[in-house]
């Protein structure tokens, strides 16, 4: 359906559709590399969780954010509330709100409304930065090349974890599971390293997080816990390093 469209909609002038979508594609290739362990890890966790095969494959499909699903399976592992999970997730994604405002700036702004919603699909923190650091007007065809291999990557990831999963050993299964914790701190630890601000947010947010789970909080449940430790480490963080703005 999508290439139809798409088709369509240069017919009249595909050589410049296919140079566009191309040389987006060229740009995408690191990423759509770098999603797919992640993902694979993804399929893991949600076999893990219970979740019937096929499952997870969907949820990248119609998702693509890579920290906002590894926190919904989890909550749903936890057997979270639907205003718990769907409040976790507007938090850990918000940021999407302001990439596409600042994206917004670069597009071709004779660009309809279907074409930005099929691409704002496909946001992501690196597609984000590539799509930043290209110089000129962004294209649609630009874009939907730059996406299509990482949403690829990440579709086909996922699914090769919950497959190859599926034929491990039960023990095998185990240790994949345990690795997960290692992805989480690969992911954590190099911008802690780069900022101390962020080290101490974190630092703060995982101490609340533990804090809450000793036995007097036991009445919360475990994706309320997550969100009051994000919200708080959040606010003190933001009370503690405040963003000086140049008014000049």
């Not at 999970?85 to 938090?91: E, F, G, Q």
């Not at 290692?182 to 601000?197: D, R």
Request: aromatic share 12%; with cysteine.
């Amino acid at each position: 359906m999508l290439d139809k469209i798409l088709f369509f909609t240069y017919s009249e002038h595909g050589d410049e559709f296919m140079n566009d979508f191309t040389r987006g594609m060229k740009r995408g290739i690191p990423v759509a590399i770098g999603y797919f362990p992640v993902a694979f890890s993804f399929g893991v966790l949600c076999i893990n969780a219970g979740l019937p095969v096929g499952m997870a494959t969907m949820i990248s499909l119609t998702n693509l954010t890579s920290s906002g699903q590894f926190a919904g399976v989890s909550l749903i592992e936890a057997s979270a509330t639907y205003f718990e999970i769907s409040l976790t997730l507007l938090m850990i994604n918000a940021r999407y709100f302001l990439m596409s405002l600042s994206l917004s700036q670069k597009i071709d702004q004779k660009m309809s409304i279907l074409k930005r919603l099929l691409i704002s699909m496909g946001i992501t923190d690196e597609i984000f930065a590539l799509a930043s650091l290209e110089e000129g007007t962004l294209s649609f065809p630009f874009m939907c090349g730059l996406i299509f291999l990482p949403y690829l990557g990440w579709g086909l990831g996922t699914l090769a974890g919950e497959l190859i999963m599926g034929l491990l050993p039960v023990a095998l299964q185990g240790a994949m599971g345990i690795a997960l914790y290692a992805m989480f701190l690969a992911l954590i630890i190099p911008a802690s390293k780069k900022s101390k601000q962020v080290a101490i947010v974190v630092i703060l947010s995982v101490f609340l997080h533990c804090l809450l789970n000793v036995q007097i909080f036991s009445f919360i449940s475990t994706g309320a816990k997550l969100i009051i430790a994000i919200i708080f480490g959040s606010m003190i963080g933001a009370y503690l390093f405040p963003v000086k703005e140049d008014l000049e």
